[in-house]
C-alpha cells in the first residue's frame, strides 16, 4: 500500500507560478514511477509529467519549458514546479505513483489561474 498526500494548489493570475507536493508513504521503495495528472471539467485525464526511479523525466507537449518535476528521495516527495501557468492548466492535478502492478492516485489539489 502506497499513500499520496498533494499540497500546493491554488488561486494564481496567468503568467505566475505554483509549487505543488505531493508526499508518499507506505510501502515507497517499490514505487517505480511517480507522475502528476490534471482534470479539467468536462474533460478526460491527462498526462502532465512523470519521473523514474532513476529521474528520468516526461512532459506533456503543452507544458514542456514551462512544468519541472523533481523528486526528493530523503523526503519521499515529488513535486511540480509550474511556471507561466496559463488559464487552460486550470484543472484538478492528481499525484500517481506507479507499483506494478497496482496503481495509487493522490486525493487530488486544484489549481486556478486566472486571466
Known amino acids: 500500500q502506497v499513500q499520496l498526500v498533494e499540497s500546493g494548489g491554488g488561486l494564481v493570475q496567468a503568467g505566475g507560478s505554483l509549487r505543488l507536493s505531493c508526499a508518499a508513504s507506505?510501502?515507497?521503495?517499490?514505487?517505480?514511477?511517480m507522475g502528476w495528472y490534471r482534470q479539467a471539467p468536462g474533460r478526460q485525464r491527462e498526462l502532465v509529467a512523470t519521473?523514474?526511479?532513476?529521474?528520468?523525466?516526461n512532459y506533456a507537449d503543452s507544458v514542456k519549458g514551462r512544468f519541472t518535476i523533481s523528486r526528493d528521495n530523503a523526503k519521499n516527495t515529488v513535486y511540480l514546479q509550474m511556471n507561466s501557468l496559463k488559464p487552460e492548466d486550470t484543472a484538478v492535478y492528481y499525484c500517481?505513483?506507479?507499483?506494478?502492478?497496482?496503481?495509487?492516485w493522490g486525493q487530488g489539489t486544484q489549481v486556478t489561474v486566472s486571466s
Open positions: 519521473i523514474s526511479r532513476n529521474n528520468s523525466t
Open positions: 500517481k505513483a506507479d507499483v506494478s502492478p497496482f496503481v495509487y
Open positions: 507506505g510501502s515507497i521503495f517499490r514505487i517505480n514511477v
